[in-house]
């Protein structure tokens, strides 16, 4: 089930990839936008550990659909609009190579889903309390399952990396540790 549907993208200036002389076609235009979510869950808690002194857990988990996308070959302008963008029909479509995926397209604009995106960071901290001040030292831990979430691939059939996915998500980092030390008055 799609959230966000309509007969742009949602991004930025709305576009007619479809228009052929003075008619729009936004009914071939009309699927998910680019920020379309069915799936977006996000579970967090922190926890003051008991007769500890101090010891305080935290943790976030999320995990998020993959992004819509549009299977397409920009080979060929089969609309004869001048435009290079025709979706390919509904379908199983596969890439070729290393870190490739396949993806079940719906047709029309934005038709098939990326990849899904799931994080969980952790939180570990200590409160010492040294006179009118206090101490905490803190360590976390960004994507503790080191889990790699790749932004969608090109869905474009006639480039060489059709379906491979190739660089992370925004946001996407591989596994990171920082520590630190926070003083309150």
């Known amino acids: ?3 966000a549907r309509g007969n742009t993208s949602g991004n930025g200036a ?6 052929l002389l003075g008619d729009m076609n936004l009914d ?19 926890w003051a550990v008991p ?4 010891l305080t857990l935290a943790m976030v988990g999320r995990y998020l659909s993959g992004d819509p996308f549009t299977i397409q070959d920009q080979t060929f302008d089969v609309d004869r609009n001048g435009i290079l963008f025709d979706p390919l029909p ?6 070729t190579g290393l ?11 934005n038709g098939a889903r990326g990849p899904d995106f799931m994080q969980i960071d952790a939180r570990v901290g200590y409160r010492i309390p040294v006179r009118t001040a ?7 831990v960004f994507n503790l399952t080191d889990r790699a979430n790749f932004a969608n691939p090109t869905g474009n059939r006639a480039s060489t990396n059709f379906l491979r996915l190739t660089a992370l998500r925004a946001g996407g980092i591989p596994r990171t540790l920082q520590f630190g030390v926070r003083m309150s008055y």
């Open 1 to 3: 089930m799609a959230c």
């Open 14 to 19: 709305p576009q007619s990839n479809f228009q």
């Open 28 to 46: 071939e235009n009309e699927g998910p936008s680019d920020f379309d979510k069915p799936h977006n869950l996000v579970i967090s808690g922190s």
């Open 51 to 54: 007769h500890t002194g101090g």
């Open 90 to 95: 509904a379908g199983e479509y596969s890439g």
């Open 99 to 109: 870190n490739s995926i396949s993806v079940s397209n719906d047709g029309g604009r």
């Open 134 to 140: 206090r101490v905490e030292l803190i360590g976390e």
